[in-house]
């Protein structure tokens, strides 16, 4: 059976620009930073890993890693005041979450969601 997701990997051609971002959003580093091959942050009890790769390393969208956030109007005005253009507005979608997408520097898709609260009285 499987339990969770341990970590998600994303590959990087600047890791001292990758780790900059991340930690502008607030994750914490756990191992490596900007002048390593590879760094692991903490993302709740999973981890994201950045790693190194050569500058002729291309790829394409591959999909998207979504966070669950405390507040994601919050992390959304944080990333607005770093400088970072999000690819989405924050908006409740009918899956039953709050949520908004951003580009990292390499391109890796991100989503930052939070689930909605169920209506009261149903």
């Known amino acids: 059976m499987i339990e969770g997701i341990s970590a998600a990997t994303l ?4 890791m001292p620009r990758a780790v900059r971002f991340y930690r502008t959003l607030g994750f914490e580093i756990l191992h490596g ?3 390593s091959s590879f760094t692991s942050f903490r993302a709740g009890t999973s981890y994201l890993n950045l790693i190194v ?3 002729e390393r291309r790829w394409s969208w591959w999909g ?3 966070f669950y ?4 109007d919050a992390l959304y005005d944080r990333a607005l005041a770093a400088g970072y253009q999000p690819a ?10 709050r949520f908004f997408h951003l580009i990292d520097p390499d391109g890796h ?5 939070r689930p909605l ?6």
């Not at 956030?69 to 994601?72: L, Q, R, S």
């Not at 898709?109 to 969601?113: G, M, Q, V």
């Not at 609260?117 to 149903?122: D, E, F, I, K, V």
Request: charged share 25%; proline share 8%.
């Open 33 to 35: 930073g900007e002048d």
């Open 11 to 14: 590959g990087t051609h600047e």
């Open 109 to 113: 898709e991100l989503s930052f969601a």
């Open 64 to 66: 998207r890693v979504i």
């Open 53 to 55: 790769q050569p500058a």
């Open 88 to 97: 989405t507005v924050p908006r409740d979608a009918e899956w039953g979450e």
């Open 117 to 122: 609260l169920p209506a009261s009285g149903q």
């Open 69 to 72: 956030v405390t507040d994601v």
